[in-house]
T-cell receptor
């Protein structure tokens, strides 16, 4: 049973560039959430996608956008990269049939983004 | 605003030396509290969900408890393989609001 898979595992970009990160949810899951984790910090919620729509968004600028495809996979796009965007980007999936508080999130191992 | 605070930030234990990690929270209407374990370079791995004050859950050397204001993760006779960062989180809508975590190091 494949868990949450993310690609690429590592990425180095230059300030001002754009980046796309990809996520395939765990089999049977239909909801995808994205989190940003800076070094030494807990994960910060970016947004969640369900039925190809953004269902909730955290406190992140419009430079951060996403998409969910009919097969439930998802992309996170970040435009005009800043040095402060350097972080581990985590994708998590869940099943919408359960509410958020009784369906634990399953996380991928993340994409390590370095902006120089 | 919902807040989750974990203490200590870092903890070093000798193998077999039991201790507890703390997670205090301020939320209006708690709808569960989650504990995760995170190894370096990996995503968080789900451990427990607690829903109401007085609830306890156990898994191997770990036991999580919940009161109306905080949760404890008790580690009994830890082993080096228990070394990791332990994160707690509370729901905020469809999101999870995480604390900064406690970095645990267990030495032989």
């Amino acid at each position: 049973d494949a868990g949450v898979t993310q690609s690429p595992t590592h990425l180095i970009k230059t300030r001002g560039q754009q980046v796309t990160l990809r996520c395939s949810p765990k089999s049977g899951h239909d909801t995808v959430s994205w989190y940003q984790q800076a070094l030494g910090q807990g994960p910060q919620f970016i947004f969640q996608y369900y039925e190809e729509e953004e269902r909730q968004r955290g406190n992140f600028p419009d430079r951060f956008s996403g998409h969910q495809f009919p097969n439930y996979s998802s992309e996170l796009n970040v435009n005009a990269l800043l040095l402060g965007d350097s972080a581990l980007y985590l994708c998590a999936s869940s099943f919408a049939g359960s509410s958020s508080y009784n369906s634990p999130l399953h996380f991928g191992n993340g994409t390590r983004l370095t902006v120089t | 605003e919902d807040q989750v605070t974990q203490s200590p930030e870092a903890l070093r234990l000798q193998e077999g030396e039991s201790s507890s990690l703390n997670c205090s929270y301020t939320v209006s209407g708690l709808r569960g509290l989650f504990w995760y374990r995170q190894d370096p370079g990996k995503g968080p791995e789900f451990l427990f969900t607690l829903y109401s004050a007085g609830e306890e859950k156990e898994k191997e050397r770990l036991k999580a408890t919940l009161t109306k204001k905080e949760s404890f993760l008790h580690i009994t006779a830890p082993k080096p393989e228990d070394s990791a960062t332990y994160l707690c989180a509370v729901p905020s809508g469809y999101a999870l609001n995480f604390g900064k975590g406690t970095s645990l190091l267990v030495t032989p």
